[in-house]
């Protein structure tokens, strides 16, 4: 088995104290635990899978870590058994990204990452979760509040929350504290309250939008110069609930726990910039100062710099805004004596907490800080960088700080153990550290820096050296006879790309190197005392993946697998190579590259049916290797040859599962290691096919990178990714193992002398560089030299593991010194820039050398034939030149003269080359500015459908443009055409509504007047007209398909509304662009005739001899822009480049034009009889002929007395002549005069009326421009309506939005609040049952008293008494308070403060004594005292402990009856707020603005400074202040005719007195008559008179009635007749609106039917089919037929439903009705 003995790497992981002795990392798989001086405690192997993050709590003494992997886990340990507590599961899906333990460690924090992004609560010892809480992405970090655990905080790169846990029995509650952080901006001392989550006031009117808009520009800030908030990047509690809180830039605040608000304290933004530069300097000087030093330098540095800044005193004592800076807070920790900051500035503060923040004490380390953490005690404070650093500082002094360890950073990329000693492993890392560790202890001996990408290292078994392969093709030699340092002693170049393997032989004779993508391996000496040269190479002759070396008969044996070329099987080729090479055989290479002749080097081959992608000797005549795709592990037998069958390749049962990183062997081969990606090693024996497994690295960490077996093969080195070694002991009885030992010591024994005399060798050799680093004394060199007779005499075992002079230095106050556990590291420098690939190889120098030796062998014979050469280039030349002077037919050409033509071609090839990359280039040049211009041509010109021009006045600077207009979309057009189309068919649908209103108009208005009407009509179509708002219907903007402005209520009547306004402004800039192509077209033609002009002018101007200069009027290319694109040839101001082919062209074409000139200059009598003849002209102008002087004769020129009466008589008529001719002349330059003037008269009258129709249409323009802007406030207006619209429906959904969220919120609490009710009635009648039962227990011990009557008083006073100090304290965990004995702020009080159960039981045992039992009460008195009393404490607690716990229910209680009111009440004011943002926006929707244009009469406000005042005014249309006016007189009229009807009211009083008065009259009348008849007296026949006439009367009374009754009784049924007729009419009237509608919908759809009949008339008369009569009236009849049967089925289901309801009510008659009747 394999069993862990340590580990050791640390690259910026978890840092913990478990104790203050020691600290914690954890490193892969495994958590590494160290001492303060480095030195190695233990390794513990993780549980589950990698290690992920950690946690530590000291009080409990508990260690939590999580595993990296899907659903991770979570191990609670105990410290420092190790043992599981508890697992934690059901957390994370993915990993954790954060660990913390509160301070009692009752509870567990984590926080997950992708894609939960919770927050987790566990209990440690049960492993219950508690609670989980979504806190959003980003959280890194988060932490408990250490005076109570129930308080959170979480911080993440944009944002810092608090959180409470609220608990109500079981049930736990989170509430959210959003902190709102200052900005970079923030001033010191400024206060920033939490967020609120109510939303914005919007505006609810269009004034409103422009004033909030307003004040936006008003305030607004360009975003780059806007204050940015600030990036938490720390935290640290205080004792008093508060949280300090560092940043990114720089800056420090406070944030209260309770309330959420911050405090900035420091912020670097307000340092001025005079202080910024010092600042900076000075920090940079000190970090330069401690550098220099190095990390074991003495502490002379550090006094030389605290000299240099003796006037300044460095940062102590000022304030921290003036030191601080960005980067300095990315880590906190608050101690007693103040505030310890750190960053990546590498620089930690201790800040005074007072009100001033100074800076109390500061160190600076050099390198970023990356952790910061204290111990328990806080007495030290640990710190690590990300170069795996591990220091451990003071509080009080911390430039007293010691570096623990060093591991440096960088991935592992191989490790390997020393041979003939099993003390020391060497690794290397991939940026060339080289590390040298003690295998017994884990001890970092040293350091090597080689300062170049490195890839493989390999030890010899010659001496004392390790050979490092770097990734440029070096291979460098480091000798290891001092471990503690170490020296570069050989370093050859042998390729140019990387080393790929470096493999020693057991003989220690022999290197053998192979690289990366090459087919050549190189043999080198591995002896010093051969300086470590090429002795040999070979060529496999293909690219090969592995090989190996070994041994056989004394010659080196290797063997070499390759794949072959269908990539489905490989070919291994073992070549035994001749031990003569070693004594330096000159006939055994083919030339002096020392490539290896064929006798020398014996080739055997062999094909195996598998891919393998590991190889590795273990005999002479056997391999092991690993297949490619199983992964499993062949045993293959290298002695037959040709195609191994697959029965050959032995598979061992046990195999990766997958890819295998290493498969090393021991030193003499017996056993076998393998590493695969998944982490996992494989120890097997190499003649055995049993393995052992076991999980060394990490799945996540791309798992074990190398491996290596100790020399004794007792141990077993891997290393993996993040910089993690770890060392295995081999254990158990495996014969592998003991073969390997006695192999080794038999090995050691035989090679002893080679070894101790090529180490002596290799000790007199010269390093190669210049070495820094630190310097070892005589107690190391002395030291060193021990371990070197120890390992060649092979006593290496039996040597302590480690000596105590071996430290390099000695620790030093005020200065950085590493401790005894730190290694020396040394660096190397090269003279020469020898790490560039450019370098030449070993074998191009050796070619190189050749050729020179060559070179001086031949000298003579070259000088020779040099001097031929120059003879003959004479001889060339001469003939050159003497063909130059020959003529054209006996030249030869010069490629005739080219003596070495393969070099000229070589030359012209090399040459066009050249040229063909530059014209590639060029045309690539000019292509990149051709796409440039096709962009803009078709952006700014192919897109436009109207150019953009300027008309140009002719003799002002007036300039009138168009309008460039860009065509139309397909879109654009589409979406017009929609428009138009739909509100056209609105406006029809309106036009027939009008129509059916107007007519029932006219029934019920039958005698309106005509005329009347129509005028009505011109005046409504007036006021449209004056309610349009803009001029653009002058302008052919007059669209009919615009809404009223009175109608935009909808806003898809306001989106319809831009777009046909967008298409009025389009169509105005048409029309003005057709007016403006109409000028344009008159400027071409005014300036075709003035240059006709112009010619004339221009000849008269000839003719007169006269110096003015013609005005030449033409197009520009405003006028004309496509001239723009015509490149004139003056434009070009460089020569025309003219190809072969162009010249040979025009070379032809002169040719011919000059052959045509010399066959028309041969015969050209038509010339020479023209100028013989008629002067060369064929007619004679007499124009022209004016303007010359007469030839004079001869005589003309003689003296008067010369002259003879002839010519005398000649002489007076030649005067005379000449005199008519100058008179003539005369005339005619009158004439030309007179010409001129009127032809530039109507050139400037063109030009002045051409000026006057610009000018016209100038004014036409901006009356254009007044109509486009009134139509796009139009557009805008209507933009603003649709933002206020829009914003209230934001507005709106966001308060449904928050009132769903509030009534769920106030359902969940309420569910909440029913639980909390029921536990507090729970608890109470709990706390009511506990106080009874205390009640009982005192008066039963009154009872059991009541026999001990002398001591009763006594004895209850006793029973009564409680151990002093005893106050239990509430909140927190085990009552934490501040101990001013201790630095730690968060400190405990001793445990007779705490007041727990288990102190006041220890505290009252000492009450049970019985030397406080009263005299005279005997034993078992007391002893009943002691229980009673123990009982009664017992009761007393639990009533305690539930009366807090009631208390804590009763205000979860009120704090959620709290809430839910607030709920409430945020309830209905959202109702509130939804209903009046609802009346705004109905409001919004009926308050139209609407745009006019009105005249200055019609306006009748009073006129302010500027413009009118409208605020309060109204607008009203003109016909209702007519309307106005003549109800004014209507109402006059009426007032009349009241008092008309007044006077005819007071004539109607006077004939009432008259009548009253004549009643009266009439009365008095009666009242005489009455007394007559009363005076009368009745007889017997006057009583029978009367009697009869009564029962007449009665009779008639009754038949009176009676048809009384029957007329009443008729018209009830009459009335009930009409009512009946009524319903049934407006049933009628109801049923033929119906088919009314029907027909309507029947007509629509027959119109449909129709267009469908047409449609398929027209497909069958174009498919030529031709429907008979017959064929028609058959479909009719199957029509009426199937009419008829489905009316029948109809029916026949009518029928059949009654039938069944009719069954159905028979069949319930049937039934027995069971009634229950109640008692």
Same mark, same amino acid.
């Given at each position: 088995?394999?069993?862990?003995?340590?580990?050791?790497?640390?690259?910026?992981?978890?840092?913990?104290?478990?104790?203050?002795?020691?600290?914690?990392?954890?490193?892969?798989?495994?958590?590494?635990?160290?001492?303060?001086?480095?030195?190695?405690?233990?390794?513990?192997?993780?549980?589950?899978?990698?290690?992920?993050?950690?946690?530590?709590?000291?009080?409990?003494?508990?260690?939590?870590?999580?595993?990296?992997?899907?659903?991770?886990?979570?191990?609670?340990?105990?410290?420092?058994?190790?043992?599981?507590?508890? /697992?934690?599961?059901?957390?994370?899906?993915?990993?954790?990204? $954060?660990?913390?333990?509160?301070?009692?460690?009752?509870?567990?924090?984590?926080?997950?990452?992708?894609?939960?992004?919770?927050?987790?609560?566990?209990?440690?010892?049960?492993?219950? /979760?508690?609670?989980?809480?979504?806190?959003?992405?980003? @959280?890194?970090?988060?932490?408990?509040?250490?005076?109570?655990?129930?308080?959170?905080?979480?911080?993440?790169?944009?944002?810092?929350?608090?959180?409470?846990?609220?608990?109500?029995?079981?049930?736990?509650?989170?509430?959210?504290?959003? +902190?709102?952080?200052?900005?970079?901006?923030?001033?010191?001392?400024?206060?920033?309250?939490?967020?609120?989550?109510?939303?914005?006031?919007?505006?609810?009117?269009?004034?409103?939008?422009?004033?909030?808009? #307003?004040?936006?520009?008003?305030?607004?800030?360009?975003?780059?110069?806007?204050?940015?908030?600030?990036?938490?990047?720390?935290?640290?509690?205080?004792?008093?609930?508060?949280?300090?809180?560092?940043?990114?830039?720089?800056?420090?605040?406070?944030?209260?726990?309770?309330?959420?608000?911050?405090?900035?304290?420091?912020?670097?933004?307000?340092?001025?910039?005079?202080?910024?530069?010092?600042?900076?300097?000075?920090?940079?000087?000190?970090?330069?100062?401690?550098?220099?030093?190095?990390?074991?330098?003495?502490?002379?540095?550090?006094?030389?710099?605290?000299?240099?800044?003796?006037?300044?005193?460095?940062?102590?004592?000022?304030?921290?805004?003036?030191?601080?800076?960005?980067?300095?807070?990315? $880590?906190?920790?608050?101690?007693?004596?103040?505030?310890?900051?750190?960053?990546?500035?590498?620089?930690?503060?201790?800040?005074?907490?007072?009100?001033?923040?100074?800076?109390?004490?500061?160190?600076?380390?050099?390198?970023?800080?990356?952790?910061?953490?204290?111990?328990?005690?806080?007495?030290?404070?640990?710190?690590?960088?990300?170069?795996?650093?591990?220091?451990?500082?003071?509080?009080?002094?911390?430039?007293?700080?010691?570096?623990?360890?060093?591991?440096?950073?960088?991935?592992?990329?191989?490790?390997?153990? /020393?041979?003939?000693?099993?003390?020391?492993?060497?690794?290397?890392?991939?940026?060339?550290?080289?590390?040298?560790?003690?295998?017994?202890?884990?001890?970092?001996?040293?350091?090597?820096?080689?300062?170049?990408?490195?890839?493989?290292?390999?030890?010899?078994?010659?001496?004392?050296?390790?050979?490092?392969?770097?990734?440029?093709?070096?291979?460098?030699?480091?000798?290891?006879?001092?471990?503690?340092?170490?020296?570069?002693?050989?370093?050859?170049?042998?390729?140019?790309?990387?080393?790929?393997?470096?493999?020693?032989?057991?003989?220690?004779?022999?290197?053998?190197?192979?690289?990366?993508?090459?087919?050549?391996?190189?043999?080198?000496?591995?002896?010093?005392?051969?300086?470590?040269?090429?002795?040999?190479?070979?060529? @496999?002759?293909?690219?090969?993946?592995?090989?190996?070396?070994?041994?056989?008969?004394?010659?080196?044996?290797?063997?070499?697998?390759?794949?072959?070329?269908?990539?489905?099987?490989?070919?291994?080729?073992?070549?035994?190579?001749?031990?003569?090479?070693?004594?330096?055989?000159?006939?055994?290479?083919?030339?002096?590259?020392?490539?290896?002749?064929?006798?020398?080097?014996?080739?055997?081959?062999?094909?195996?049916?598998?891919?393998?992608?590991?190889?590795?000797?273990?005999?002479?005549?056997?391999?092991?290797?690993?297949?490619?795709?199983?992964?499993?592990?062949?045993?293959?037998?290298?002695?037959?040859?040709?195609?191994? #069958?697959?029965?050959?390749?032995?598979?061992?049962?046990?195999?990766?599962?997958?890819?295998?990183?290493?498969?090393?062997?021991?030193?003499?081969?017996?056993?076998? #290691?393998?590493?695969?990606?998944?982490?996992?090693?494989?120890?097997?024996?190499?003649?055995?096919?049993?393995? @052992?497994?076991?999980?060394?690295?990490?799945?996540?960490?791309?798992?074990?990178?190398?491996?290596?077996?100790?020399?004794?093969?007792?141990?077993?080195?891997?290393?993996?990714?993040?910089?993690?070694?770890?060392?295995?002991?081999?254990?158990?009885?495996?014969?592998?193992?003991?073969?390997?030992?006695?192999?080794?010591?038999?090995?050691?024994?035989? $090679?002893?002398?080679?070894?101790?005399?090529?180490?002596?060798?290799?000790?007199?050799?010269?390093?190669?560089?210049?070495?820094?680093?630190?310097?070892?004394?005589?107690?190391?060199?002395?030291?060193?030299?021990?371990?070197?007779?120890?390992?060649?005499?092979?006593?290496?075992?039996?040597?302590?593991?480690?000596?105590?002079?071996?430290?390099?230095?000695?620790?030093?106050?005020?200065?950085?010194?590493?401790?005894?556990?730190?290694?020396?590291?040394?660096?190397?420098?090269?003279?020469?820039?020898?790490?560039?690939?450019?370098?030449?190889?070993?074998?191009?120098?050796?070619?190189?050398?050749?050729?020179?030796?060559?070179?001086?062998?031949?000298?003579?014979?070259?000088?020779?034939?040099?001097?031929?050469?120059?003879?003959?280039?004479?001889?060339?030349?001469?003939?050159?030149?003497?063909?130059?002077?020959?003529?054209?037919?006996?030249?030869?050409?010069?490629?005739?003269?080219?003596?070495?033509?393969?070099?000229?071609?070589?030359?012209?090839?090399?040459?066009?080359?050249?040229?063909?990359? +530059?014209?590639?280039?060029?045309?690539?040049?000019?292509?990149?500015?051709?796409?440039?211009?096709?962009?803009?041509?078709?952006?700014?010109?192919?897109?436009?459908?109207?150019?953009?021009?300027?008309?140009?006045?002719?003799?002002?600077?007036?300039?009138?443009?168009?309008?460039?207009?860009?065509?139309?979309?397909?879109?654009?057009?589409?979406?017009?055409?929609?428009?138009?189309?739909?509100?056209?068919?609105?406006?029809?649908?309106?036009?027939?509504?009008?129509?059916?209103?107007?007519?029932?108009?006219?029934?019920?208005?039958?005698?309106?007047?005509?005329?009347?009407?129509? +005028?009505?009509?011109?005046?409504?179509?007036?006021?449209?007209?004056?309610?349009?708002?803009?001029?653009?219907?002058?302008?052919?903007?007059?669209?009919?398909?615009?809404?009223?402005?009175?109608?935009?209520?909808?806003?898809?009547?306001?989106?319809?509304?831009?777009?046909?306004?967008?298409?009025?402004?389009?169509?105005?800039?048409?029309?003005?662009?057709?007016?403006?192509?109409?000028?344009?077209?008159?400027?071409?033609?005014?300036?075709?005739?003035?240059?006709?002009?112009?010619?004339?002018?221009?000849?008269?101007?000839?003719?007169?001899?006269?110096?003015?200069?013609?005005?030449?009027?033409?197009?520009?290319?405003?006028?004309?822009?496509?001239?723009?694109?015509? +490149?004139?040839?003056?434009?070009?101001?460089?020569?025309?480049?003219?190809?072969?082919?162009?010249?040979?062209?025009?070379?032809?074409?002169?040719?011919?034009?000059?052959?045509?000139?010399?066959?028309?200059?041969?015969?050209?009598?038509?010339?020479?009889?023209?100028?013989?003849?008629?002067?060369?002209?064929?007619?004679?102008?007499?124009?022209?002929?004016?303007?010359?002087?007469?030839?004079?004769?001869?005589?003309?020129?003689?003296?008067?007395?010369?002259?003879?009466?002839?010519?005398?008589?000649?002489?007076?008529?030649?005067?005379?002549?000449?005199?008519?001719?100058?008179?003539?002349?005369?005339?005619?330059?009158?004439?030309?005069?007179?010409?001129?003037?009127?032809?530039?008269?109507?050139?400037?009258?063109?030009?002045?009326?051409?000026?006057?129709?610009?000018?016209?249409?100038?004014?036409?323009?901006?009356?254009?421009?007044?109509?486009?802007?009134?139509?796009?406030?139009?557009?805008?207006?209507?933009?603003?309506?649709?933002?206020?619209?829009?914003?209230?429906?934001?507005?709106?959904?966001?308060?449904?939005?928050?009132?769903?969220?509030?009534?769920?919120?106030?359902?969940?609490?309420?569910?909440?609040?029913?639980?909390?009710?029921?536990?507090?009635?729970?608890?109470?009648?709990?706390?009511?049952?506990?106080?009874?039962?205390?009640?009982?227990?005192?008066?039963?011990?009154?009872?059991?008293?009541?026999?001990?009557?002398?001591?009763?008083?006594?004895?209850?006073?006793?029973?009564?008494?409680?151990?002093?100090?005893?106050?239990?304290?509430?909140?927190?965990?085990?009552?934490?308070?501040?101990?001013?004995?201790?630095?730690?702020?968060?400190?405990?009080?001793?445990?007779?403060?705490?007041?727990?159960?288990?102190?006041?039981?220890?505290?009252?045992?000492?009450?049970?004594?019985?030397?406080?039992?009263?005299?005279?009460?005997?034993? #078992?008195?007391?002893?009943?005292?002691?229980?009673?009393?123990?009982?009664?404490?017992?009761?007393?607690?639990?009533?305690?402990?539930?009366?807090?716990?009631?208390?804590?229910?009763?205000?979860?209680?009120?704090?959620?009856?709290?809430?839910?009111?607030?709920?409430?009440?945020?309830?209905?004011?959202?109702?509130?707020?939804?209903?009046?943002?609802?009346?705004?926006?109905?409001?919004?929707?009926?308050?139209?603005?609407?745009?006019?244009?009105?005249?200055?009469?019609?306006?009748?406000?009073?006129?302010?400074?500027?413009?009118?005042?409208?605020?309060?005014?109204?607008? @009203?249309?003109?016909?209702?202040?007519?309307?106005?006016?003549?109800?004014?007189?209507?109402?006059?009229?009426?007032?009349?005719?009241?008092?008309?009807?007044?006077?005819?009211?007071?004539?109607?009083?006077?004939?009432?007195?008259?009548?009253?008065?004549?009643?009266?009259?009439?009365?008095?009348?009666?009242?005489?008559?009455?007394?007559?008849?009363?005076?009368?007296?009745?007889?017997?026949?006057?009583?029978?008179?009367?009697?009869?006439?009564?029962?007449?009367?009665?009779?008639?009374?009754?038949?009176?009635?009676? &048809?009384?009754?029957?007329?009443?009784?008729?018209?009830?049924?009459?009335?009930?007749?009409?009512?009946?007729?009524?319903?049934?009419?407006?049933?009628?009237?109801?049923?033929?609106?119906?088919?009314?509608?029907?027909?309507?919908?029947?007509?629509?759809?027959?119109?449909?039917?129709?267009?469908?009949?047409?449609?398929?008339?027209?497909?069958?008369?174009?498919?030529?089919?031709?429907?008979?009569?017959?064929?028609?009236?058959?479909?009719?009849?199957?029509?009426? &037929?199937?009419?008829?049967?489905?009316?029948?089925?109809?029916?026949?289901?009518?029928?059949?439903?009654?039938?069944?309801?009719?069954?159905?009510?028979?069949?319930?008659?049937?039934?027995?009705?069971?009634?229950?009747?109640?008692?």
């Amino acid at each position: 088995s394999l069993k862990l003995l340590w580990s050791a790497g640390y690259q910026d992981g978890d840092l913990i104290f478990p104790e203050d002795g020691q600290l914690l990392y954890g490193s892969g798989n495994t958590l590494t635990f160290i001492r303060r001086d480095g030195s190695h405690v233990k390794s513990f192997q993780s549980l589950g899978e990698e290690i992920g993050r950690l946690s530590m709590c000291s009080t409990n003494e508990l260690l939590a870590y999580s595993e990296l992997g899907s659903n991770p886990r979570i191990f609670v340990l105990s410290y420092p058994n190790l043992e599981v507590v508890s /697992m934690l599961k059901g957390g994370a899906s993915r990993k954790y990204i $954060h660990l913390e333990f509160s301070r009692s460690g009752n509870h567990l924090l984590a926080v997950s990452g992708l894609p939960d992004f919770k927050l987790f609560i566990w209990t440690t010892v049960t492993g219950e /979760m508690v609670h989980s809480v979504e806190v959003g992405q980003g @959280v890194q970090v988060a932490s408990f509040n250490p005076l109570n655990w129930k308080q959170l905080c979480t911080l993440s790169e944009s944002d810092l929350c608090l959180w409470n846990l609220e608990q109500c029995g079981k049930d736990y509650k989170f509430s959210k504290i959003s +902190v709102q952080l200052p900005t970079t901006s923030s001033a010191v001392g400024s206060k920033l309250e939490p967020h609120s989550d109510q939303l914005a006031p919007l505006p609810h009117d269009k004034k409103g939008l422009i004033l909030s808009q #307003a004040l936006f520009a008003q305030s607004f800030i360009d975003p780059h110069l806007r204050a940015k908030p600030v990036l938490p990047r720390s935290h640290c509690w205080t004792p008093t609930g508060g949280i300090y809180c560092g940043c990114q830039g720089g800056q420090l605040f406070l944030v209260d726990a309770e309330t959420g608000s911050a405090t900035v304290l420091v912020n670097p933004t307000a340092v001025t910039e005079a202080i910024k530069p010092l600042l900076k300097d000075y920090i940079g000087e000190m970090v330069q100062g401690v550098r220099s030093g190095g990390v074991g330098a003495d502490a002379v540095g550090m006094e030389r710099v605290e000299e240099e800044r003796e006037v300044d005193l460095g940062p102590k004592g000022k304030p921290a805004w003036k030191v601080v800076t960005g980067g300095d807070l990315d $880590h906190l920790q608050l101690n007693r004596r103040g505030l310890y900051t750190a960053g990546k500035n590498g620089i930690i503060y201790c800040l005074d907490l007072s009100d001033e923040l100074k800076i109390l004490d500061y160190w600076s380390v050099g390198d970023p800080i990356h952790k910061l953490l204290w111990s328990a005690s806080y007495d030290k404070l640990a710190l690590s960088t990300p170069q795996g650093a591990i220091y451990l500082a003071e509080p009080f002094n911390l430039c007293s700080s010691e570096l623990v360890v060093n591991y440096g950073c960088g991935e592992f990329i191989g490790v390997c153990a /020393m041979k003939t000693t099993n003390r020391y492993c060497i690794t290397c890392r991939s940026n060339g550290v080289t590390q040298v560790w003690s295998v017994h202890d884990a001890g970092l001996i040293s350091t090597f820096d080689l300062q170049t990408p490195c890839c493989v290292v390999a030890t010899l078994a010659s001496c004392s050296a390790v050979a490092i392969g770097s990734e440029n093709g070096f291979v460098h030699i480091l000798s290891l006879l001092r471990p503690r340092r170490p020296t570069l002693v050989s370093k050859l170049h042998l390729f140019h790309t990387p080393i790929c393997q470096i493999i020693p032989d057991k003989s220690g004779q022999y290197i053998v190197i192979s690289g990366k993508d090459t087919q050549m391996i190189y043999i080198l000496d591995a002896r010093p005392s051969e300086n470590f040269q090429v002795i040999g190479r070979i060529d @496999v002759g293909c690219s090969f993946d592995y090989m190996t070396v070994g041994a056989k008969q004394g010659h080196l044996q290797l063997v070499v697998s390759a794949k072959s070329e269908e990539s489905t099987e490989t070919m291994i080729f073992r070549y035994l190579i001749n031990s003569s090479i070693h004594q330096h055989n000159e006939e055994a290479y083919v030339d002096k590259t020392l490539l290896l002749k064929d006798s020398f080097t014996s080739v055997k081959s062999l094909k195996i049916f598998h891919l393998i992608e590991r190889l590795t000797l273990v005999s002479q005549d056997r391999a092991i290797a690993i297949l490619s795709k199983t992964r499993e592990s062949v045993s293959i037998d290298l002695t037959s040859e040709g195609s191994a #069958a697959a029965l050959e390749c032995q598979i061992l049962p046990t195999r990766h599962e997958m890819r295998v990183n290493f498969l090393s062997r021991s030193f003499t081969g017996s056993l076998v #290691a393998s590493g695969s990606a998944d982490g996992k090693l494989r120890l097997s024996d190499a003649f055995r096919p049993d393995a @052992v497994f076991t999980v060394a690295h990490g799945l996540r960490s791309s798992g074990c990178k190398d491996g290596a077996f100790s020399f004794r093969a007792d141990c077993l080195l891997s290393v993996g990714d993040k910089g993690i070694l770890l060392c295995w002991n081999i254990e158990g009885n495996i014969p592998g193992k003991t073969k390997a030992a006695e192999s080794a010591s038999k090995w050691r024994t035989e $090679h002893r002398e080679l070894y101790r005399e090529q180490n002596d060798v290799m000790r007199k050799m010269t390093p190669l560089g210049r070495v820094e680093g630190y310097g070892s004394d005589d107690e190391d060199t002395a030291s060193d030299a021990v371990r070197e007779r120890g390992m060649a005499e092979g006593s290496s075992e039996d040597m302590p593991s480690r000596t105590q002079s071996g430290a390099v230095g000695e620790r030093k106050t005020d200065s950085i010194a590493p401790s005894r556990a730190t290694s020396a590291r040394v660096s190397f420098h090269t003279d020469t820039e020898s790490t560039k690939t450019t370098e030449n190889t070993w074998l191009e120098n050796i070619e190189e050398s050749s050729g020179q030796s060559e070179d001086g062998q031949y000298t003579e014979m070259k000088d020779e034939l040099r001097q031929e050469l120059l003879s003959l280039r004479e001889k060339v030349l001469k003939m050159i030149a003497e063909n130059e002077a020959l003529p054209d037919i006996e030249k030869l050409e010069r490629h005739e003269f080219i003596l070495n033509t393969e070099e000229y071609d070589k030359m012209v090839s090399e040459e066009e080359n050249i040229l063909h990359e +530059v014209t590639e280039e060029m045309e690539l040049s000019n292509l990149a500015q051709l796409y440039i211009k096709d962009v803009i041509k078709r952006q700014c010109w192919d897109e436009m459908m109207v150019k953009g021009k300027v008309i140009k006045a002719f003799q002002s600077s007036l300039e009138v443009s168009n309008y460039a207009l860009h065509q139309r979309s397909q879109e654009e057009e589409k979406e017009l055409m929609t428009i138009k189309s739909l509100r056209q068919m609105e406006l029809a649908e309106t036009e027939t509504r009008g129509k059916y209103i107007l007519k029932s108009d006219q029934q019920t208005e039958v005698g309106q007047d005509e005329e009347e009407d129509l +005028v009505g009509r011109e005046e409504e179509m007036g006021e449209t007209f004056a309610l349009v708002g803009s001029t653009g219907a002058k302008f052919g903007a007059d669209n009919p398909l615009l809404y009223n402005q009175f109608d935009l209520f909808s806003t898809g009547q306001m989106k319809h509304q831009i777009i046909l306004l967008q298409d009025c402004i389009y169509n105005i800039k048409l029309a003005f662009n057709k007016e403006f192509d109409e000028i344009l077209k008159q400027k071409e033609i005014e300036i075709q005739r003035i240059n006709e002009r112009n010619q004339r002018i221009a000849k008269i101007i000839l003719d007169l001899q006269l110096t003015d200069k013609v005005l030449q009027p033409a197009l520009g290319s405003f006028e004309k822009p496509e001239m723009l694109f015509e +490149v004139k040839d003056s434009e070009v101001r460089v020569d025309h480049f003219v190809s072969e082919e162009e010249q040979k062209r025009l070379d032809e074409l002169a040719k011919l034009e000059e052959e045509r000139k010399l066959r028309e200059l041969a015969d050209n009598w038509r010339e020479r009889a023209l100028d013989m003849m008629m002067d060369g002209r064929l007619e004679i102008n007499a124009e022209e002929e004016l303007l010359k002087d007469l030839p004079r004769p001869s005589y003309m020129n003689k003296p008067p007395e010369a002259l003879t009466e002839e010519e005398m008589q000649l002489v007076r008529e030649f005067t005379k002549k000449e005199e008519a001719h100058v008179e003539e002349r005369e005339k005619y330059k009158k004439t030309l005069e007179a010409e001129l003037r009127r032809l530039q008269e109507a050139n400037t009258q063109a030009f002045i009326n051409f000026d006057e129709k610009l000018k016209a249409h100038f004014s036409q323009k901006i009356s254009s421009e007044i109509a486009i802007n009134q139509e796009e406030l139009k557009i805008l207006r209507l933009v603003v309506a649709l933002m206020i619209d829009e914003e209230t429906s934001l507005k709106e959904s966001q308060l449904h939005g928050r009132l769903e969220e509030k009534k769920s919120s106030k359902i969940a609490l309420a569910s909440s609040l029913t639980t909390a009710r029921q536990m507090v009635g729970q608890l109470q009648r709990s706390y009511e049952l506990s106080m009874s039962e205390d009640k009982d227990l005192d008066k039963g011990f009154k009872k059991e008293l009541s026999d001990c009557e002398p001591y009763t008083d006594q004895l209850y006073k006793l029973y009564k008494k409680r151990p002093r100090g005893q106050r239990l304290k509430v909140g927190g965990e085990g009552g934490l308070s501040h101990d001013p004995s201790s630095t730690n702020p968060f400190a405990q009080r001793p445990i007779s403060a705490l007041g727990g159960k288990k102190g006041g039981l220890a505290a009252l045992a000492e009450l049970d004594h019985s030397s406080n039992a009263p005299d005279g009460v005997d034993r #078992a008195t007391w002893d009943r005292l002691v229980v009673a009393r123990q009982k009664k404490y017992e009761s007393e607690q639990k009533m305690k402990s539930l009366a807090l716990e009631l208390a804590e229910v009763k205000a979860f209680h009120d704090r959620l009856a709290k809430e839910d009111d607030c709920l409430q009440q945020d309830i209905q004011d959202t109702y509130k707020e939804l209903n009046k943002l609802r009346e705004e926006k109905a409001r919004n929707a009926l308050n139209l603005e609407v745009q006019f244009i009105l005249k200055q009469g019609q306006v009748e406000v009073e006129t302010g400074i500027f413009i009118p005042d409208f605020s309060d005014s109204i607008l @009203v249309q003109s016909k209702l202040i007519e309307d106005l006016n003549s109800d004014i007189k209507n109402l006059g009229n009426v007032k009349l005719n009241i008092m008309e009807e007044c006077k005819e009211f007071k004539k109607g009083i006077h004939m009432l007195e008259w009548d009253h008065k004549r009643i009266r009259m009439e009365a008095e009348d009666l009242l005489a008559k009455c007394k007559d008849i009363q005076s009368l007296k009745v007889t017997k026949e006057l009583q029978k008179r009367l009697t009869e006439g009564d029962q007449q009367q009665r009779s008639q009374q009754q038949e009176n009635e009676i &048809l009384e009754k029957t007329l009443k009784l008729n018209e009830e049924m009459s009335k009930k007749a009409v009512k009946e007729k009524k319903r049934a009419l407006v049933k009628v009237q109801q049923q033929v609106e119906d088919k009314r509608k029907e027909n309507y919908e029947l007509e629509k759809r027959l119109k449909e039917l129709q267009v469908c009949v047409l449609e398929r008339k027209e497909i069958e008369t174009l498919a030529g089919v031709s429907p008979t009569e017959a064929h028609a009236e058959v479909k009719m009849k199957d029509i009426v &037929l199937r009419r008829r049967l489905v009316e029948m089925a109809k029916s026949q289901a009518q029928e059949i439903a009654l039938l069944k309801a009719e069954l159905e009510r028979l069949r319930m008659r049937t039934f027995p009705a069971l009634v229950q009747i109640d008692n």
